[in-house]
């Protein structure tokens, strides 16, 4: 299964770059899987668009947070990345 998920310019530039290989998803979304695929979207707040850049990675680590009602998701190196 593949996942979409919104990130900032600042996230995909860390994800690209090694230093980030965690995300979250809000609470709602609790159907994610190890070996997942998820595909991080750059989106851009303003003016509020989809860049088109886009990052694709295997999941290799779920976590979901009680207390903030989120879900934790680490991934493994970006199997496809369209900068």
């Known amino acids: ?5 919104k990130v900032s310019p600042n996230e995909l530039k860390a994800v690209l770059a ?5 995300t979250r998803s809000s609470g709602d ?6 070996g997942d695929l998820i595909s991080l979207l750059e989106y851009d707040g ?3 668009r989809f860049t088109g850049r886009h990052i694709v990675a ?3 680590g779920v976590a979901v947070t009680q207390r903030y009602g989120e879900t934790c998701i ?7 990345d369209r900068p």
Not at 1 to 5: G, V
Not at 18 to 22: E, F, I, L, M
Request: hydrophobic share 40%.
């Open 58 to 60: 295997r999941v290799v």
């Open 74 to 80: 680490t991934f493994g190196e970006p199997i496809e």
């Open 1 to 5: 299964m593949t996942h979409d998920i």
């Open 46 to 48: 303003r003016p509020a």
């Open 18 to 22: 090694g230093a980030r290989t965690v």
């Open 29 to 34: 979304r609790p159907d994610f899987g190890l």
